[in-house]
């Protein structure tokens, strides 16, 4: 939510909201919870969402709410008195013409403006770029390993990193059936980092499956997926880091 007003009334009065700034409100409960529901407030920052929990009496107007089983927000369902689930929310398009399997670059630049610290997900994968669903798919973050990765159901090419709440970075995938190479590239964008590459791997030839590329798979919170290029052909890694600095 956004306010554009200089004061909220949720129990305090010494507790001014910022004009234009983001704000998150939301509520943990459990099953054997008594008494009221404190409201907690996050507010958006320059580096991060901080918190700002409010027990007291008072009152935070809003014109809808929504329960989720979840510990992190989504985007609402019109119901009525029932429950009911979630559809899939994501974003894809065929991979047929747009991804060639022989030979290929991709490059994304992507955030993470809600990740949590990685000590606290300290196994499983985001998928970024993903195919048929599939989050360990063409591009993606393993958190047990620290690293960016791509795997073709066969190979997997890493690059390590551990990106940080609020930073950029610029990913590079790049395949080539002709000369059996996988690779991964790295470049933190919001430190101006240098470019990292992994260690190139063997390449299968394809991914494992091709039917649609997905956005965003298995990710525990929000993800900003500013930019997405795929290349018709594996490009040396000095072109790459040419054109995108």
Request: include cysteine; charge should be neutral; proline fraction near 4%.
């Amino acid at each position: 939510m956004r306010f554009n007003s200089y004061r909220l009334d949720y129990g305090s009065e010494n507790t001014k909201i910022l004009y234009g700034n983001w704000y998150r409100a939301f509520s943990t409960l459990s099953s054997n919870a008594a008494g009221g529901v404190g409201i907690n407030l996050m507010c958006y920052g320059s580096t991060l969402w901080t918190p700002t929990p409010y027990t007291g009496n008072g009152h935070l107007i809003a014109d809808a709410v929504q329960i989720e089983r979840g510990s992190g927000a989504t985007t609402p369902i019109h119901t009525t008195s029932a429950w009911t689930s979630r559809a899939s929310e994501t974003c894809k398009w065929p991979s047929t013409g747009n991804l060639l399997m022989g030979s290929g670059t991709l490059v994304v630049e992507v955030a993470f403006p809600f990740l949590k610290d990685t000590s606290l997900l300290s196994s499983g994968t985001l998928g970024i770029i993903s195919l048929s669903g599939n989050a360990a798919s063409v591009l993606y973050y393993d958190f047990s390993a620290q690293a960016f990765s791509s795997s073709d159901g066969t190979h997997i090419a890493m690059v390590a990193a551990v990106p940080a709440r609020e930073q950029r970075w610029r990913l590079a995938v790049l395949w080539d059936s002709t000369n059996n190479r996988l690779q991964l590239g790295a470049k933190n964008v919001t430190t101006q980092a240098a470019w990292s590459w992994g260690t190139a791997t063997a390449y299968a030839g394809s991914f494992a499956s091709n039917a649609f590329i997905s956005l965003g798979i298995g990710i525990p919170e929000a993800i900003l997926i500013a930019n997405v290029m795929i290349l018709r052909q594996a490009k040396p890694t000095s072109e790459i880091e040419a054109r995108f600095p």
